[in-house]
């Protein structure tokens, strides 16, 4: 896989996955933005957060350069996202662009399994497995697209990003 991509099977049980999706499914139902799902900013009462941050521990210990960067940097903007049969962010992409310049890296938990996952731009593809984190860098090194599921099922993930920041910032 690419370089400092990071991939984590089991992350969060069947169940823990379960929960997520219908806390928030019901919170999403009929709201579709421009990408062609059905997406909800998580701001409180999150559940499994203190598992979800974890995960960064476990990057910077795999790739410990990214403590070299000349500003600190957290993670935020947690979302849960719905997509329905034959839907998917099926144009290549970055998560760093210049309405989000401070973005570092990406970071997305799968939430259901599928015959699908996210494609990157060199064709590799990371699997949607219902449990599996994957953290990766923001720019253009990784463009990637969500795939469609195949199978016609909803697809379920949270995503989020980890940006630069100053202590005056009020990230999530």
């Keep these: 896989?690419?370089?400092f991509v990071y991939i984590k099977d089991n992350f969060l049980t069947d169940d823990e996955c379960d929960q997520i999706i219908s806390t928030y499914k019901p919170k999403v139902d009929g709201y579709v933005d421009y990408t062609g799902y059905?997406?909800?900013?998580i701001t409180e009462n999150i559940p499994h957060i203190d598992k979800?941050?974890?995960?960064?521990?476990?990057?910077v210990k795999k790739f410990p350069e990214i403590q070299q960067t000349p500003n600190q940097w957290?993670?935020?903007?947690l979302r849960f996202q719905w997509w329905e049969p034959g839907k998917s962010f099926s144009n290549f992409h970055c998560e760093h662009t210049?309405?989000?310049a401070r973005r570092v890296a990406g970071f997305q938990i799968y939430l259901s399994s599928h015959n699908c996952g996210t494609e990157f731009y060199t064709g590799e593809v990371i699997k949607s497995v219902?449990?599996?984190a994957v953290i990766f860098p923001a720019f253009w090194t990784h463009l990637h697209r969500g795939q469609v599921c195949p199978d016609n099922l909803d697809r379920y993930m949270i995503i989020g990003y980890y940006f630069y920041h100053s202590d005056k910032d009020q990230l999530t």
């Design 74 to 77: 957290r993670m935020g903007d």
């Design 52 to 59: 979800i941050i974890s995960i960064t521990g476990e990057y």
């Design 130 to 132: 219902k449990g599996r």
């Design 38 to 41: 059905n997406s909800f900013f």
């Design 1 to 3: 896989m690419k370089d």
């Design 98 to 100: 210049l309405d989000n």
